[in-house]
Each structure stands twice: as C-alpha cells, then as structure tokens.
C-alpha cells in the first residue's frame, strides 16, 4: 500500500488515480490547507472504488505513525507542502516549517516504521536560472525564493540520510510544468484566487472570470519574446511516479529524475493552442518581465525514459483540451 501525502492535491489526486489504474492501493493523507474534501468523492467515481482517506497534518508525528500502525505501508509519495514563490517570499517559516520540517517527519516516522521507498515533489525551480536548455540533472542547483530553498534544502537532506542508510529507495522527481486535467473533467487544478500560473489563468480567461490575460514580458531571447516552459500534463507526471515505484521493485538505490517532455513552448503558443482547444478568443496585454522569471526553462527527460521506461506522451492539444473540458464543468473549480 503506498501512502500518498497532499493526495488530494492537483498532482496527488491524479497521481492516486494512476497508481489506482496500475492496481495499486492507497492511503491518502491531507491536512486540506489547498485543497476541498470533495476531491476524495471525484477520485473514487474515477476509479470505482472508495478512497481510504485520514485528514492530519504530515508534521504531526502521532496522526503519521497511526497511519504505518494501521496500514502496510511499503512506500510513501511525498506531496504534501507549500508551493506559491510570492507567499514564500512573505512567509518564509510557513514554508521551512513545513517543506522541510515537514519531510524530516515523514522520514523520521518512515525510518521507525521500518518503510524505505520515498519519492519526493521537487521542482525544475531547483535548477534556478539554467544557463542552458535543455536542463539535465546535472546541471548546477540554485534557489532565488524560499519555495525553491526548501526544495534544494530537503533535496540535500535526502542526499545526507541516504549516505547514513544506503538500504533505502529515494527518488527526487523534479517537476517542469504540470498543466491540464484528468480528462473525465471531474478533477483538476483548483487555484485559489487570482492563479499565478498561465494555464489556470488563460483558462479563467477563455470561461469569461477574468477579461484579459496579462503577459509578464515581450522582449526575452526566444522564439516570440515571450517566455518559454516545458509544460507537461498532470496525468503524464502522475504516471511517473508509478514508473518510479515500478523501478524500486526491481533495484535499489537513489535517483534525481526531470519530468518534463523536452519540449518549451512560448507564452504566446500556449495561447494559441488555448483558443483552438477551446474555440474561444484570449484576450492578452503585454507588461513588465515578472520579477525572479526566466527566459527559457525546458527538460533534457532522457535520465527519465533511460531508467524509468517512462516518457510523456500527451500533446498540447491534449493539455489545453483536458484543462478547458475540467473549467467547464467546474466554473468555480470544487466550491
Ligand atoms: P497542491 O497545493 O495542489 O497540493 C499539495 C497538497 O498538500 C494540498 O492538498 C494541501 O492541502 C496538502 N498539504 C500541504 N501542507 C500539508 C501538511 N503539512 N500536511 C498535510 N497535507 C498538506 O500542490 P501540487 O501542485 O499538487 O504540488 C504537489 C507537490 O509538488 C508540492 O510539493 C509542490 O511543491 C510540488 N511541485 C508542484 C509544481 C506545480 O507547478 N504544481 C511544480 C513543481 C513541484
Ligand atoms: N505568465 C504570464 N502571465 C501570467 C502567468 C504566467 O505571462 O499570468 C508567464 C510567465 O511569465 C512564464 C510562463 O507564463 O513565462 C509560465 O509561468 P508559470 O507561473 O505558469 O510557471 P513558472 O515556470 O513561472 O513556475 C512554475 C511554478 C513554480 C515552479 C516552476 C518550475 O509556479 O513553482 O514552474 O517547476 F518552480
């Protein structure tokens, strides 16, 4: 049984569902701090069978060591955490305390617990700004924001216990851009407020919440000046942690992959690619260059497919497709 922490999350609900399509079991641990309980309900109708859910705090060690008590857990997938860059600039212990305070838990309870496979919710955030694209794993590691240092801090972490215990299974995936939605329409990306994030954006835009979408800069080295990412749809990234679950039953060891596809797309493409998926216009007006932005940031994913049998497979059309059919039918996402 795999425990998967933030599962009711945008990447843990979809990564349940994957795990559920591969004939796996889970326990889905949220404490709902970005996230509505209603996910639970939309999971199960997706998968046809009742999800096992305990709602608890991953930094409260009781509530985590009853879970390993009460289940055979034989490995955990941690998502549970804080993600927005601009509130960790604000709050910067919020996000130490629970980014990492909040993993050094989870293994902590897991080591005692005597569970040894972790895979772990980085982000290409880590790779800070890349000097080159494609970005492989080996590429120098930096942090501008607090929400990317507590992804380079717990990366570390991991590299230190894994030295004092070289018997466990850790991998650190490290996320490009997850977009889009399980095609049912039934769960997807549910941003509170106003998104920071251009899809949920240009598709609050396309249903007529917002009037125009605001492009952070005009004037970056690329292909139209607008910025480049390697946007990738949840249900792919989903299925590459079952891939690394998959690898673990076979070897052993410690692994930092990209998941991206290892293709970039412009601003100006992913509105593009919007508005025939939706047929409907985007309306857009240039300003500044959003500060702490990079020009351009997509995956070399070839670590990936070589050892995890694992590659994206859904197209754009595909994200902007699923994203607009789970706007439609949830106008203000699961309220
Ligand atoms: P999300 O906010 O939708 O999901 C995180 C879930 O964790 C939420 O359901 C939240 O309620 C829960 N949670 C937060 N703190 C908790 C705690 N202390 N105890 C229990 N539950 C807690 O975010 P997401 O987009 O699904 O991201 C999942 C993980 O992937 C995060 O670690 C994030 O940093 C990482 N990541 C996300 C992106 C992205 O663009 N979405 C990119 C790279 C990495
Ligand atoms: N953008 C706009 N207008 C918007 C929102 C975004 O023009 O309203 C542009 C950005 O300037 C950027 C691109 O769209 O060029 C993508 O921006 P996102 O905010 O969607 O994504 P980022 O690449 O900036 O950041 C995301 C997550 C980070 C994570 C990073 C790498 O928000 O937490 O991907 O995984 F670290």
């Known amino acids: 049984m795999i425990l998967i922490t933030g599962g ?19 326990v889905i641990l949220d404490n ?4 509505n309980f209603t996910v639970l309900s939309r999971i199960s109708r997706i998968c046809g ?13 009781a509530r985590l060591t009853s ?4 289940f055979p857990i034989t490995a955990v997938i941690h998502f549970a955490g804080l993600k927005s860059v601009g509130e960790s600039v604000q709050q910067p212990l919020e996000y130490y305390d629970n980014n990492v ?10 080591r005692r617990a005597n569970v040894k496979t972790f895979i772990f919710s980085s982000s290409a955030t880590v790779y800070g700004n890349p000097r080159n694209v494609p970005i492989k794993e080996n590429y120098p590691l930096s942090a501008t924001n607090p929400y990317g240092r507590s992804k380079l801090i717990v990366e570390n972490i991991l590299t230190d216990f894994y030295q004092s215990s070289p018997d466990w299974n850790i991998a650190v995936l490290r996320y490009f851009n997850p977009v889009g939605a399980h095609e049912s329409g039934l769960i997807g990306e549910d941003p509170k407020g106003v998104p ?13 919440l917002r009037s125009k979408l605001t492009i952070f800069g005009s004037d970056y080295p690329t292909i139209d000046g607008t910025g ?7 249900m792919d990234l989903a299925e590459g942690h079952v891939a690394a679950l998959n690898y673990f039953n076979k070897k052993q060891g410690f692994i930092t992959a990209n998941l991206g596809t290892g293709h970039g797309y412009s601003v ?10 939706s047929s409907r216009k985007i309306p857009y007006e240039f300003a500044e260059r959003r500060r702490g932005d990079v020009a351009e940031c997509w995956s070399d994913p070839t670590f990936a497919r070589e050892i995890l049998g694992w590659k994206a497979s859904r197209k754009i059309e595909k994200m902007c497709t699923d994203s607009w059919h789970w706007q439609l039918q949830n106008l203000k996402g699961f309220k």
């Open 49 to 61: 069978a009742q999800q096992i859910f305990v709602k608890g705090d991953v930094r409260d060690a």
């Open 67 to 70: 879970i390993f008590d009460q």
């Open 228 to 234: 480049v990412r390697d946007y990738i749809h949840v």
């Open 268 to 277: 100006l493409e992913m509105v593009k690619a919007f508005e025939a998926a």
């Open 101 to 110: 305070l909040g993993t050094a838990k989870v293994l902590e309870t897991m």
């Open 32 to 35: 709902f701090s970005n996230s």
């Open 8 to 26: 009711t999350g945008y990447i843990g609900s979809h990564t349940a569902i994957a795990l559920s399509n591969a004939g796996s079991k889970a």
């Open 196 to 208: 920071n994030n251009l899809l949920p954006y240009i598709s609050q835009v396309a249903i007529g």
